[in-house]
C-alpha cells in the first residue's frame, strides 16, 4: 500500500506552547487528508478533513483556533496544538487518500504528552 | 446516525486457536464502505479490508477471511490458527460513501494471542 509519513512518532512539551505535526505522503499524492486523536485504550475519533488548498473542515466539538490544520500541498498537511494543555495530551494519527472510492492509508501516528 | 459497534472489548486465546471479531453497523445509506484496520503496540493503523456495501461475497485472505451479513448488519473478521504475531487491537469502522468519506471507528477488540 502507500506510505504515509507522519513526524514526530513522540513528542513532549510543556503547557502553553504549540507542537507541529506533520503528515506526509511519501509515494503518491493526497487530495485529501484526515487528522484523528486516539484517547488510551479508545477508538479514533475524526478532529477534521483536509483537503489541498483550501481549508479545514472540522468535527463537531473540535477547536479550529486551538487545532490548526495546513494542507499547502498534495503531500503535506500539518496539525498545529496551539497553547498546548495536559488534557490535549494525546495520539493523533493522520489518514491521507487519492481519491474518493479508494482507502485512506494512515501515518505511524505521534504521542504528544503535555506536561 | 452511523454508528459501529464491537461488542469484545478483549479476546485471549492460545496460539492456533482459530478466533472471530465481531462488528454491527448501522447507516442509513444504502452505499458504504465496511474495513477492519489492525493496530499493533506501535500505534500505527495497518489496513486488512474494506468492503462495499454491494459486495455480500465472503473474502479470504489466507489466515484471516470476513462474512459480510446485510441481513444482520455484521461484518465479522476470522482469524485462523491464530499466532503470537495477530496480539493486537483490530478496529472495524464504516464510511458512508455519499457522504464526506471520514471513518467512523468502533471502539475496538484487543486481541492476545498467548504461546
Keep these: ?115 | 446516525a452511523q454508528k459501529v459497534t464491537q461488542a469484545q472489548t478483549e479476546i485471549s486465546v492460545v496460539e492456533k486457536e482459530d478466533v472471530t471479531l465481531d462488528c454491527v453497523y448501522e447507516t442509513r445509506d444504502t452505499t458504504y464502505y465496511l474495513f477492519w484496520y489492525k493496530q499493533p503496540p506501535s500505534g500505527e493503523l495497518v489496513f486488512l479490508i474494506r468492503r462495499n456495501s454491494f459486495d455480500e461475497q465472503n473474502e479470504i485472505s489466507g489466515r484471516y477471511s470476513w462474512n459480510f451479513q446485510k441481513s444482520t448488519s455484521s461484518f465479522n473478521f476470522t482469524i485462523t490458527a491464530s499466532q503470537v504475531v495477530d496480539s493486537a487491537v483490530y478496529f472495524c469502522a464504516l464510511s458512508e460513501v455519499l457522504a464526506t468519506d471520514k471513518l467512523i471507528f468502533g471502539t475496538g477488540t484487543r486481541l492476545q494471542v498467548f504461546p
Design chain 1, 1 to 115: 500500500g502507500a506510505v504515509v509519513s507522519q513526524h514526530p512518532s513522540r513528542v513532549i512539551c510543556k503547557s502553553g506552547t504549540s507542537v507541529k505535526i506533520e503528515c506526509r505522503s511519501l509515494d503518491f499524492q493526497a487530495t485529501t487528508m484526515f487528522w484523528y486523536r486516539q484517547f488510551p485504550k479508545q477508538s479514533l475519533m475524526l478532529m477534521a478533513t483536509s483537503n489541498e488548498g483550501s481549508k479545514a473542515t472540522y468535527e463537531q466539538g473540535v477547536e479550529k483556533d486551538k487545532f490548526l490544520i495546513n494542507h499547502a500541498s498534495l503531500t503535506l498537511s500539518t496539525l498545529t496544538v496551539t497553547s498546548a494543555h495536559p488534557e490535549d495530551s494525546s495520539f493523533y494519527i493522520c489518514s491521507a487518500r487519492v481519491l474518493r472510492d479508494t482507502e485512506a492509508f494512515f501515518g505511524q501516528g505521534t504521542r504528544l504528552t503535555v506536561v
